[in-house]
């Protein structure tokens, strides 16, 4: 894959998922929570918002913003005390757009039980310093279950942008 930059071609080397995994740990503090002790949804979003970022820009190496968050799935409680893990991965790079899973675990710190309690997709954008969208290194699919996860990304692509033009 080629980008013209100031007259010059640059090749973008292939990153592997692997290159921009990022897990993430934050505890949750009464502010986060409602009066009964249940992490609020919009604090589980930033922080799933925020993981987002860091392994987009770490593909990337330039500027990256969020395009769609994909239905979330809280599927367990958070509650204050708990530490939040979260893990996240590309799963698919189309031009400028990337795909990123991500899995938030919350921890019990007393007892150290662990449960999965939700997951998203989020898709970022790749943005040059004149704010246009720019294109990004190619995903380097080395395992099966890399392929396997670029094809289902692409699937859900396909049905994002069709969503997308239905609403604009
Ligand atoms: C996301 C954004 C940059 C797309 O810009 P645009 O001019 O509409 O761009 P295009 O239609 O040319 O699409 C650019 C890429 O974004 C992807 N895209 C755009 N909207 C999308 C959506 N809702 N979901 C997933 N991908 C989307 C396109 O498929 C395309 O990907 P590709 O380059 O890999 O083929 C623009 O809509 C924007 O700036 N939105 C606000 C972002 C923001 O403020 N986020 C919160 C703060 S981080």
Redesign the pocket.
Known sequence: MRVCFDDKIMVLKPKSPEESKTEMTVRMFPSDANPAGNVFGGEILKQI?LIA?LVAQRHARTN?????IDRVNFLKPVYVGNALILNAQLTY???????IEIRVEAEDLMSGTRMLTDTAYV?????GSD???V??SPLLLQTEDDKKRFSEGEQR?IQ??K??KKNQ
Request: proline fraction near 0%; avoid cysteine; charged fraction near 30%.
């Open positions: 918002d970022g990256t913003v969020t395009a769609s790079v189309h031009r400028s757009s990337m795909e898709t970022a954008v790749a943005l704010g246009k969208t294109e990004v692509m994002r942008l969503e997308r």
